[in-house]
Nanobody, 121 residues
Framework: QVQVVESGGGAVQPGGSLSVSCVAS????????MGWYRQAPGKQRELVAS???????KYTDAVKGRFTISRDNAKNTVYLQMNSLKPEDTAVYYC???????????????WGQGTQVTVSS
């Protein structure tokens, strides 16, 4: 069994910073892409940032220059540092990991439970 668990998040004023982290654990054979998605009330879930195993990174335009994704392959962990936060960054942030579990043949997407990020004055 594979688990993906986020931590961090919280509430901050506009212009502030927060960080979130995510650990994948369990019967893992290999992890490919890891990333962060977010879903604001009434909106669809969207990709925020992703990072491949070899460190190739993508950001959605709205967060470029403000958010930084990083990863520690030895710890099966992905991080998201969020700076210069805006009210429109308010959302539930979900971690995603593409994993081959032990005994399986194919990649599968695993999701965390989500963590709330609120940016408000």
């Amino acid at each position: 069994q594979v688990q993906v668990v986020e931590s961090g998040g919280g509430a901050v004023q506009p212009g502030g910073s927060l960080s979130v982290s995510c650990v994948a654990s369990g019967s893992i054979f290999s992890i490919n892409d890891m990333g962060w998605y977010r879903q604001a009330p009434g909106k669809q879930r969207e990709l925020v940032a992703s990072i491949t195993r070899d460190g190739s990174i993508k950001y959605t335009d709205a967060v470029k220059g403000r958010f930084t994704i990083s990863r520690d392959n030895a710890k099966n962990t992905v991080y998201l540092q969020m700076n210069s936060l805006k009210p429109e960054d308010t959302a539930v942030y979900y971690c995603n990991a593409r994993i081959i579990a032990v005994g399986r043949l194919f990649w599968a997407d695993y999701w965390g439970q989500g963590t709330q990020v609120t940016v408000s004055s």
